[in-house]
């Protein structure tokens, strides 16, 4: 359907310059590579469940050794290949995750034990279970999807405002996905010990781990923040050389230092709450910061005000301190009533 109905609804934006035509072939290729994205994700997450964290992870560095490569010959040109750009960073995004779709899959099926957990059986009906992974599995979706269409909205929004503000936010956001990794990680760990307590009804051993897995993501989120912001005039000449969009996104990862904090926060603390079988709250949480928050909030200080890219950081600033505050007063609250 993305790829369908994305291109046509990015011609009626109204994006600045050609913007919208040049992103319909990335959009197009991007979308084919969605099923795989969800068959990959859904294989690691199995396997973190029991506990194999290694093999996702080495798969996930092999795939993302495999997407800089084929991003440095395609995008650029190379090897007989003529420059191909975004469409080729595209391509190399569908093909890396294709690979981890087809080798997470692979590795499940291979292990030794496979059959012990019953890779190769066909599962018996339970319409309990069905129910209730739909129940996890929607919540989940709705929150990821409620935070991940935001952020991206905010291309809109920079859109309207010209190439170079979707330059600066491209840039800031790709710095800010990267860092957003090891809370994402600390998050998996951290829903691993609290379900495993919560399935054993080991009260005092949830609250351990849900409070070890804050106090380790606080103080990363800290460090992270400390170590940008003196080197956001080094880290944006990375990625482009055009002066004007090496200023915004410099200032833009300045501002993203006080986002790091309640982004990673927010993610670590959802993920407690659904190992703990509260799966309504994150969504709500997810949808009220950053929809009904963040993206008015963003446009308005854009556009109308004036502030430009500053203004999308701002905006996703105040959600994401918004969302970590509600998500961890939620937790307390369950905490207190069991």
């Avoid at 969009?245 to 410099?250: N, P, S």
Wanted: proline share 6%; with cysteine; glycine share 10%.
């Amino acid at each position: 359907m993305l790829g369908f109905g994305g291109p046509p609804a990015l011609a009626a934006l109204g994006l600045k310059g050609r913007l919208a035509a040049g992103a319909s072939g990335p959009l197009e290729v991007l979308a084919a590579s969605l099923p795989f994205f969800a068959i990959s994700s859904a294989a690691a997450s199995w396997l973190e469940g029991l506990g194999r964290m290694t093999p996702p992870m080495v798969l996930m560095w092999v795939a993302n050794g495999l997407n800089l490569a084929l991003d440095l010959v395609l995008v650029p040109g190379g090897l007989g290949l003529a420059p191909m750009g975004a469409s080729g960073a595209a391509l190399a995004t569908f093909s890396s995750r294709t690979f981890l779709a087809v080798a997470t899959v692979g590795y499940a099926f291979g292990m030794k034990d496979a059959r012990r957990f019953g890779v190769w059986d066909k599962p018996a009906p339970s319409r309990a279970l069905a129910a209730e992974q739909r129940r996890i599995g929607y919540g989940a979706g709705v929150s990821s999807l409620a935070e991940m269409a935001s952020f991206s909205s905010m291309n809109i929004v920079a859109g309207w405002i010209g190439a170079l503000t979707v330059a600066g936010w491209s840039v800031t956001l790709n710095v800010a996905a990267i860092i957003f990794m090891v809370p994402l990680g600390l998050s998996t760990a951290t829903g691993v010990m609290v379900g495993k307590a919560y399935g054993a009804r080991n009260a005092p051993a949830l609250r351990r781990a849900a409070l070890l897995g804050f106090a380790v993501t606080a103080v990363f989120g800290v460090a992270i923040g400390f170590l940008v912001w003196p080197l956001a005039p080094r880290i944006a000449p990375l990625y482009t050389a055009d002066p004007t969009a090496v200023a915004l996104a410099t200032g833009a990862l300045a501002l993203a230092c006080l986002f790091f904090l309640p982004d990673a926060m927010q993610v670590v603390v959802a993920q407690a709450l659904r190992a703990r079988g509260d799966v309504v709250a994150p969504s709500c949480t997810h949808l009220a910061s950053y929809v009904l928050v963040m993206m008015p909030l963003a446009y308005w200080l854009a556009i109308p005000q004036g502030w430009g890219l500053d203004g999308i950081m701002v905006a996703a600033i105040v959600a994401s301190y918004l969302s970590a505050a509600l998500l961890l007063g939620r937790f307390w609250l369950v905490d207190r009533r069991a």
